[in-house]
């Protein structure tokens, strides 16, 4: 992309803040009402493009981006009013006559950049958030999900003014040219390494950012668990666009006892979701890519192999995989990103406890357990972003609760009222009355005033 076009949009959103008519709530809700409905319009368009990209069908097209934004925006729509007033808050005696309030106020210009394997919620979720909060927002879409990133640029400039949200589309390059640019804040979703580089880049200009980043998310299932239903949910979590999900259960930890019987209830699960044929069944995602297939192939090995394990190189998919692993296993290093499983067995869930908080503290944690007690010593006493007890990745799926990471799959986190604070700065103001003015601060210092300052600050 035309670097001298990104900095005139830069420019004129810059010089244009006050001027933004997003800084006005009533201008949000219109904004994103457009949006919601130029999406509806669009559906088929971003249907087919992550069709294209990620050979994602039409109902996981709608159930994991599309249905999700919509539903976002709809939270945002409905709410965007009370989170954008001031609040009113209690004022401490000693500052009587007054009033305190915090007001909630755009950041001013904010830079989004997505990754590829949900690209087009990764890109419009985000943006909901900043909108409803009064942001511009410079979008910059995944240059690997090449025909979503194309609709996005459309979609936005179907939607919105420059002033208000502008796409630059492109990849390393474009986003080092953004980095380098003075934003009040920057929202990245993307893997660690290039979170590291984003933050480094932030630093420059003290601004501050949002960091959505990855990991080996845990899935541990004990001897308590419903083996049958775990391995339903575990299948959906792990082979939902062909592996492709940062919240996906990474590896399989469980109880020594129930390896087999687990292992057996995940093979018959595959079989029942993708059908005994996975490559040649047409709702089932591709690797992005031949680097992202070939990253995937090059753990698979004739030793490992437990069920699956078959590719096809023309089409770029990769069976739902299971392999027999053990802590040094080259798939246990690093995040998988690929529907491959290794499954990894403990004896006493203190080894659990211990193995997950020695490691980078992972985006999402699952645990399969009918035991109370367990659920509650796991979840209480492993680091992690967020999770389920007895499902996988659906924690995500709401505006209730916020979604983010922890130290190294990430800083912050958004959704629903998270994701307005997230783009929004909070004024903490105290509102003077002038009828009476408490001379106990002012010097000359007395006695007396000491006595009343201890009186009213204890
Ligand atoms: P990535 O970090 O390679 O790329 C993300 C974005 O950064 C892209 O827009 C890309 O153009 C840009 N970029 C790439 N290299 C850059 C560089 N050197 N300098 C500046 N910008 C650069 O990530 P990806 O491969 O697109 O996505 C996969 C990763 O994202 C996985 O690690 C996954 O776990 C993570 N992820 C996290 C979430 C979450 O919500 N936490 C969601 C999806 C993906």
Redesign the pocket.
């Known amino acids: 992309m035309d670097k001298e076009y990104v900095l005139e949009c830069y420019n004129k959103q810059r010089n244009n803040l006050l001027n933004n008519p997003l800084r006005y709530y009533k201008n949000r809700i219109k904004a994103l009402k457009k949006l919601y409905k130029n999406i509806r319009l669009m559906n088929d368009e971003i249907v087919e493009a992550l069709q294209k990209d990620l050979n994602k069908s039409e109902t996981e097209a709608y159930m994991t981006e599309i249905g999700l934004v919509l539903s976002e925006i709809t939270h945002m729509i409905k709410h965007c009013k009370r989170y954008s007033k001031p609040k009113r808050v209690a004022t401490p005696l000693a500052q009587f006559a007054s009033k305190s309030y915090v007001m909630p106020c755009p950041l001013g210009q904010v830079l989004i950049?997505?990754?590829?394997?949900?690209p087009f919620m990764?890109s419009i979720e985000p943006l909901v958030d900043a909108i409803a909060a009064g942001n511009a927002v410079m979008l910059?879409?995944?240059?690997?999900s090449e025909n979503v990133s194309r609709v996005i640029d459309k979609l936005i400039k179907a939607t919105f003014t420059e002033n208000e949200v502008c796409t630059v589309l492109g990849?390393?390059s474009e986003?080092?040219f953004l980095?380098d640019l003075d934003f009040d804040h920057i929202f990245f979703?993307?893997?660690?390494?290039?979170g590291k580089?984003?933050m480094q880049k932030a630093a420059e200009h003290f601004t501050s950012v949002t960091l959505?980043?990855?990991?080996k998310s845990p899935c541990i299932v004990d001897k308590t668990a419903n083996l049958e239903l775990a391995a339903k949910r575990i299948v959906f979590g792990k082979y939902l666009n062909c592996g492709q999900t940062?919240v996906a259960p990474d590896y399989l930890y469980c109880h020594n006892s129930i390896k087999g019987k687990l292992i057996k209830e995940v093979e018959r699960q595959i079989v029942l979701q993708y059908s005994v044929d996975p490559l040649g069944n047409k709702d089932y995602p591709k690797m992005i890519n031949k680097k992202q297939f070939d990253n995937g192939i090059r753990l698979i090995k004739e030793n490992n192999v437990i069920f699956g394990g078959k590719y096809d190189e023309n089409t770029l998919k990769i069976e739902p995989t299971v392999l027999d692993s053990t802590f040094d296993s080259d798939e246990m290093q690093e995040?998988i990103?690929a529907p491959i499983l290794p499954v990894v067995t403990f004896e006493e869930l203190d080894e659990v406890i211990s193995y997950v908080n020695s490691h980078s503290k992972p985006?999402a944690l699952y645990l399969f357990s009918s035991s109370k007690k367990n659920q509650k010593r796991i979840m209480s006493a492993c680091d992690f972003g967020g999770g389920c007890v007895n499902d996988t990745i659906i924690h995500l799926a709401t505006s209730n609760m916020a979604f983010g990471?922890l130290k190294q799959s990430?800083i912050g986190g958004y959704h629903g009222k998270v994701g307005f604070d997230t783009f929004s700065h909070k004024k903490s103001i105290v509102d003077k009355k002038t009828w009476l003015d408490l001379p106990m601060r002012y010097q000359p210092y007395t006695k007396t005033k000491f006595r009343l300052i201890k009186m009213f600050l204890k």
């Open positions: 950049i997505s990754p590829w394997n949900y990764l910059k879409p995944s240059e690997t990849g390393r986003c080092e980095l979703t993307g893997s660690t390494r290039v580089i984003v959505e980043l990855g990991g940062c995040e990103f985006l990471g990430g």
